[in-house]
């Protein structure tokens, strides 16, 4: 006895379709973001990453905007963030951070009210997977592995924590997929994610060893940064932000 789809194979190959364009529409969520090639046949309807497609180009457009001018080498500020850093084991710390950075050298100065991270009170952090007296990809300050955060994030990590945007350049053939917080990017072969919302802010970044900073956007930094890692968690609060004028000198830690 032949079933209704053996009497008319056509509507196998309808069915097949649709489950191929189904799984294509799972799938693209973690692809490169390649446009989705049209569905053909009678009947045939554009497929679901189409409209996926449009929203995405306009963030990374946004988003590319503002990397290039929280990165811009002209650029000089200082800002005043009300922090507390609570490690795994032990009291909460709090106190004040002050930061003050330069784009032309790719420098950030950082000075503490007190040891809120357990590691000095001041001292440098460096655009760069390091600089020299340190372990590539460790934060970096004044040579002695000095950081305000608790946990071990990349110099660039930290800083664009505290600019609000990564250096990485944004890239069509990123890894990206749609979530209902906004569109979440991979920014490079790491496991370093943004997430953008939908004016292209980034709000949370996540990296290789299972920190995660969430960001309130702001003018000119985020407003709040809250670092949560295995090592413990610190949030910052901004107070103050201004431009840094040349000459005016960092006070001594």
Request: charged share 20%; proline share 8%; net charge positive.
């Amino acid at each position: 006895m032949k079933t209704r789809c053996a009497r008319h194979p056509h509507l196998l190959r309808v069915a097949g379709g649709a489950l191929a364009s189904l799984v294509f529409s799972l799938e693209i969520g973690c692809g490169s973001g390649a446009p989705a090639r049209a569905a053909t046949g009678p009947g045939a309807q554009a497929p679901p990453s189409s409209r996926f497609k449009e929203i995405s180009s306009s963030v990374l457009q946004s988003y590319e905007k503002a990397r290039l001018a929280a990165w811009d080498s002209t650029r000089r500020f200082k800002a005043l963030f009300k922090a507390e850093v609570s490690r795994n084991v032990g009291a909460i710390a709090r106190g004040y951070l002050s930061v003050w950075w330069d784009g032309a050298t790719g420098t950030l100065h950082w000075r503490a009210s007190a040891p809120i991270a357990g590691s000095g009170r001041g001292g440098f952090l460096r655009k760069g997977t390091g600089a020299a007296g340190a372990d590539a990809g460790h934060a970096i300050a004044d040579g002695d592995g000095a950081s305000p955060f608790p946990g071990r994030l990349a110099s660039s990590d930290l800083i664009a924590c505290v600019l609000g945007a990564p250096d990485a350049p944004a890239s069509p053939s990123w890894p990206f997929e749609e979530t209902p917080r906004g569109v979440r990017l991979h920014i490079d072969a790491s496991k370093r994610t943004a997430l953008l919302d939908r004016e292209g802010r980034p709000i949370e970044f996540s990296f290789p060893n299972d920190e995660t900073v969430k960001l309130q956007p702001g003018e000119g930094v985020p407003r709040r940064i809250e670092a949560n890692g295995p090592e413990g968690r610190a949030v910052l609060t901004l107070e103050s932000y201004s431009s840094w004028p040349e000459g005016e000198l960092v006070p001594p830690a």
